[in-house]
Structures are given as structure tokens and as C-alpha cells.
């Protein structure tokens, strides 16, 4: 099943081999590669030569789907992928009739020209893809294309972002704020002086009204 209606001009179908990531991984990432991962496809290809778009900040991108021999969430594994690869990629991760979508924002390292440096992961939940209501617009350029499927996967919530850069500072602001949150609950659950207790309700309050603020 083809998740998004993309031209043939851009398909590739090219299985690749798991052990062509064996120079970024250790002997524990070369064996979750095999025991993890059924197969490696790469899907599609965007860019100016197979979809007519070009961009300033993305170049192309590539869909891969990963295959599974169990359901689980395999990040640590896309990461290797996603170092080993400059352009960014949209993977699909496939076990059974069910998927979930992850990409990554990513820029070069500074010193080592051959890994990338992630900055941030966009990703759904497992769902069933005949469900499926994520889609690739072919419109103005590759930067728009990939800045709109990045909104897709953040949510509603990141619809006003008007760029890539934004939306990744923003669902970083996020994220601080909802583990500070998560940590201060702890802290008043495991705290037994009464004292330190009202003043991180207090705390909770305010970065809870932080949190509401940013999201709305």
C-alpha cells in the first residue's frame, strides 16, 4: 500500500541493505539492526529532478520504509539512519497493517562532515494505514513540502509556525515546559513539608499557565 499519492517520476524501491549503517553503529546497534528490523526500503525520492521543486534549506527528501519483526518504536535506530544520511527523511515504520511516521529536523556537524546533527523529531502515534490522514503537498517548494508534513505530525497546536526553525524552537518550548511540569508533581507527591509543597503549587500553576499559553 502507497501511503501518499506522490508521482512515479519520484519512486525508487530500492531495498537497502542493514549493514550499510554498520560504520555509525557499535556491536549492540548492529544486532538490534538485525533483530529489530525485517527490511529497509527506500520509498521515494523528492527533489528538483523527480518532483520539478527546489529549496533553500532542503534539498531533497527521502521516504523510507522501515519493515518490523515486532511492533515497537525504534528511534534510536532511525537516529543511526538519520546521522548516516545529509537530507532529511520521512520514515515510515511498518509491522503488520499498522504504522507511525517519524522525521527529523537536522543540520551538519561542525566537524565531522559525514554525520548530521539532529535537532529535532517529529513523529505520530502507531495507527492503521488504511486511517491514514497524512499527506506530502507538492506545492511552492521543498522547504513549504516539508515544513507542512512536519506541521502534520506536531499538530494543530504548530499551525502558526511559519518556519521550520520556528516550529522546531517552539515544540522544544514545549517539551522543556511539560517535563519541568512532570518533574514538580513528583517533587509535590514525594515532598513531606507543607511548606515546600504550597510553594511548588505555586510553581505548577504558573508553568502550567506558560504551557496553556503556547499551546493556545
Known sequence: MELFSLPNTAKVNRVIPKNAFDAYTNTKQKKLFTDQILRITWLQKLSPDTVNLEGKEIKEIQIFKIELKVRE??????????????????????????????????????????????DWTFKTSWFLQKENTYSLHLKKSLDAVYHDFCIQLAGKKSMARKSLQDLVQYNKQIDTLEKEIMQIKRNIKNSKQYKYKVELNVLLKQRSKELQSLIS
Not at 89 to 117: C, G, R, W
Open 73 to 118: 518504536e525504534i528511534q534510536p535506530l532511525l537516529e543511526i539512519i538519520d546521522k548516516a544520511i545529509p537530507y532529511n527523511i520521512i520514515f515510515l515504520i511498518e509491522e503488520s497493517d499498522s504504522i507511525y511516521l517519524s522525521t527529523s529536523t537536522k543540520h551538519p556537524h561542525p566537524v565531522n562532515a559525514d554525520n548530521s546533527v539532529i
